[in-house]
């Protein structure tokens, strides 16, 4: 049995979901490992993780309407030292979570389909945002 | 230490809670492993996976009313090919998560007294899921 | 490789967010692990885990005024026999989740700088909560 970690790091330009599948696939496997668990962290309160529909575009920017109008701008936050876009920014994150972790199964993630792994950028303005991931298994 | 995977199916009947604490359970038990992580993994982007009261149903009828009041049908969304189910089903997978991860503590799930294990379909017509088990320990 | 187990109690004093990031880190610290991965799982459906920022106090009062919108106790539910919090604290756990995974980096959790543990106290009477803990590693 083995472990390995590493920092993944995304430029964001604004709000809106990335996906990053290709680039944990490929870290995942140049670790060589069979079988195993795939967990990704994210490191920040206003970007977040989350699987979702890989096909159709406009699964994605229903979802980003949805949560606009779940965790609106123009509510009257206490916090809003950086602008309107902070405080919905860490409600949008905590709907959506920032964490997976995902099960390695014959060599591949074992996503569906139809599922992508997309880092959801929450701010207006571009961020640097860093995944962490650990690795385990043989 | 060990480690092993499968892949356990449901078929589901239409939106609801199916609780699948006890097939994962006997999977779990039947790797003999005393100590240990149990990671389940929903394949899909309109189902989802939940730790919920196993107790009083009224929790999960009030549960459903809720989210088809927070992610409701009579909606636009851009996305309605597979019908008016089609979208809500995504937005609430995505706010009950997809993902889940038990510790295993002397032989046994460190489930809580009323916790159980739900699948959560969101959508209308009958589907076959697929969730990915990931168990690793000794 | 090695692991380890544990449960750590909580005495919670009404709705709010505890922070746990000290005493999840110093049971962890004492593992003596310099890579692996911990794992936070809450026994119970009333009460929740979350990452969340823990430098300004504003983002957690905003958040638990939010909750409050989107899970009030002013509707009317099924479930109800234990007050009119009750079915509001499943709904608002159910929302920000019960189980966390945090990689373990060069002796340390890969937490953000802004980001802390807290457990998220959903009903209005003080409770013992406890939170299962994994850690695998070396």
Known sequence: MRQATH???FDTHG????????AVSRWTAGQHIEQGLLTLFCRHTSAS??????????V??????????LAPESDAYAHDDEG???????????LTGIQ???PL??????????????????????????IALHLIGD
Chains 1, 2, 3 share one sequence.
């Open 15 to 22: 709000q809106g979901l990335i996906e990053i599948t290709r």
């Open 84 to 94: 309107p876009d902070d405080m919905p920014a860490h409600l949008r994150a905590t």
């Open 49 to 58: 993780l989350l699987i979702q529909e890989n096909a159709a575009p406009e």
């Open 105 to 130: 199964i014959a060599g591949k993630l074992a996503l569906g389909t139809w599922q992508g792994i997309y880092l959801f950028e929450h701010r207006r303005r571009p961020h640097r945002r860093e």
């Open 100 to 102: 997976l972790s995902i």
């Open 60 to 69: 994605r920017s229903d979802l980003e309407a949805w949560l606009a109008r």
């Open 7 to 9: 920092i993944l790091g």
